[in-house]
């Protein structure tokens, strides 16, 4: 019963550098999200999936690409990591969205 | 646009008081409302859905409308109780996702 799996749970990049985390969910949802989670901003919405093969910007893009690899696996992307992209970063997924998000355990970023 | 408000970054009471934690939103459709609970490093659990109207780890959120409200409250908080709390608000249809506040930092002094 694993729900949403993030990998890797800890990273450090130099800037500059590029790195990919992974996502996946094995509750059969249709949706998944990637979230930024900042002290005193919250949770921010990177990119979301709301099926597979959609993808779709949300409120902090910048600087992110996405995946949605299969309905299972929603991948984000760092292409050219900077120190401001440090942040914890929260996978989710949601079916019809009554019930809200499941949420993987985080993958904490620090970019040097 | 859709927005959640929670006025308190923290809130510090002793354990046996009463607590409340303050959401508000913005939305002019039919709102759904979420609160969620992150303990300490940990990932983001479901506490409440306003839909389900139930009574979580003896929490309760009561939706008011007339004051685009939805606070958390407990009579009797207990140290375990010490966490972050976001409200969450979702729209729905196709393209679902739930706008979060940017937390309140709950501590339950002994």
């Known amino acids: 019963n694993a729900g949403v799996t993030q990998t890797p749970k800890f990273q450090v990049l130099k800037t500059g550098q590029s790195m990919t985390l992974q996502c996946a969910q094995d509750m059969n949802h249709n949706s998944m999200y990637w979230y930024r989670q900042d002290p005193g901003m919250g949770l921010r919405l990177i990119y979301y999936?709301?099926?597979?093969?959609?993808?779709d910007k949300g409120e902090v893009p910048n600087g992110y690409n996405v995946s949605r690899l299969n309905k299972r696996e929603f991948s984000l992307r760092l292409e050219s990591a900077a120190p401001s992209q440090t942040s914890v970063y929260f996978c989710?997924?949601?079916?019809?969205?009554?019930?809200?998000?499941?949420f993987g355990s985080g993958t904490r970023l620090t970019v040097v | 646009a859709q927005r959640v408000t929670q006025p308190e970054k923290l809130l510090s009471v002793f354990k046996g008081a009463p607590v409340e934690l303050k959401c508000n939103y913005s939305?002019?459709?039919?709102?759904?409302l979420f609160w969620y609970v992150q303990y300490s490093r940990q990932r983001l659990q479901l506490l409440l859905r306003?839909?389900s109207r139930e009574s979580i780890k003896g929490f309760t959120a009561d939706l008011n409308k007339g004051e685009t409200s939805f606070h958390l409250k407990k009579p009797f908080a207990q140290e375990e109780d010490s966490a972050m709390y976001y409200c969450a608000l979702g729209r729905g249809g196709s393209n679902y996702k739930l706008t979060f506040g940017k937390g309140t930092l709950l501590t339950v002094n002994p």
């Open positions: 306003h839909i």
């Open positions: 939305y002019s459709g039919s709102p759904e």
């Open positions: 999936s709301a099926s597979e093969g959609t993808t």
């Open positions: 989710a997924s949601s079916s019809t969205g009554l019930y809200g998000y499941t």
